[in-house]
């Protein structure tokens, strides 16, 4: 089994900066792409950013130029970087990795999301 674990999320105002992280332990073989993921009341859940293994990143229109996704490979943890937070970046953001088990299996994995409000 797996587990991810989240931090980092908070109440902050609009246009300041929050940092999230997240830790990835337990049956780790090889710890694929790693990414964040968020949902706001009443919508459904939405990319906000993914990185590779090998460090390429992807992210949403949304947080292109305000968000920066990383990763440390040594401590099976991802990170986002959030500037510039307007009150629609409101939402709770999950981490999630695809994760290859020492059984051979490949999973996605979800942690358990982090709150992250940013008032106006």
């Known amino acids: 089994q797996v587990q991810l674990v989240e931090s980092g999320g908070g109440l902050v105002q609009a246009g300041e900066s929050l940092s999230l992280s997240c830790a990835a332990s337990g049956s780790i073989f090889i710890l694929n792409a790693m990414g964040w993921y968020r949902q706001a009341p009443g919508k459904r859940r939405e990319l906000v950013a993914t990185?590779?293994?090998?460090?390429?990143?992807h992210y949403a229109d949304s947080a292109k130029g305000r968000f920066t996704i990383s990763r440390d490979n040594v401590k099976n943890s991802v990170y986002l970087q959030m500037n510039s937070l307007k009150p629609e970046d409101t939402a709770v953001y999950f981490c999630n990795a695809f994760v290859q088990t020492h059984t051979g299996n490949w999973n996605d994995y979800w942690g358990q999301g982090t709150q992250v409000i940013v008032s106006s």
């Open positions: 990185i590779t293994r090998g460090g390429s990143t």
